[in-house]
């Protein structure tokens, strides 16, 4: 299994920045991508930011440009940088972690971190 944890949310004001990190453990082996993704009241769950295991990295279109996915694979932890922040990107950030082989395979969720942007 695979455990994921989230930390760094908080409430910031339009235009700061806040960094996010997602740590993993168990069988952090296994792991392929790992992803950010956010959910606001009332709306479907959305990628953020998604990094596979050799560094390539992908972004929503709502947040390229203005949000950073790194990862450490020795410390088996992702990285969320976000710049510029506005009040549309309030909503709580789930941290995902990619398993591509059995008998692991899936997707392992944590608990999620509340990002509030006040205006």
């Known amino acids: 299994q695979v455990q994921v944890v989230e930390s760094g949310g908080g409430l910031v004001q339009a235009g700061g920045s806040l960094g996010l990190s997602c740590a993993a453990s168990?069988?952090?082996?296994?792991?392929?991508?790992m992803g950010w993704y956010r959910q606001a009241p009332g709306k479907q769950r959305e990628l953020v930011a998604l990094?596979?295991?050799?560094?390539?990295?992908n972004y929503g279109n709502s947040v390229r440009g203005r949000f950073t996915i790194s990862r450490d694979n020795a410390k088996n932890t992702a990285y969320l940088q976000m710049n510029g922040l506005k009040p549309e990107d309030t909503a709580v950030y789930y941290c995902?972690?990619?398993?591509?082989?059995?008998?692991?395979?899936?997707?392992?969720w944590g608990q999620g971190t509340q990002v509030t942007v006040s205006s």
């Open positions: 990094i596979s295991s050799s560094g390539s990295t």
């Open positions: 995902r972690a990619d398993v591509d082989s059995a008998p692991l395979r899936g997707y392992y």
């Open positions: 168990g069988s952090t082996f296994a792991i392929s991508a």
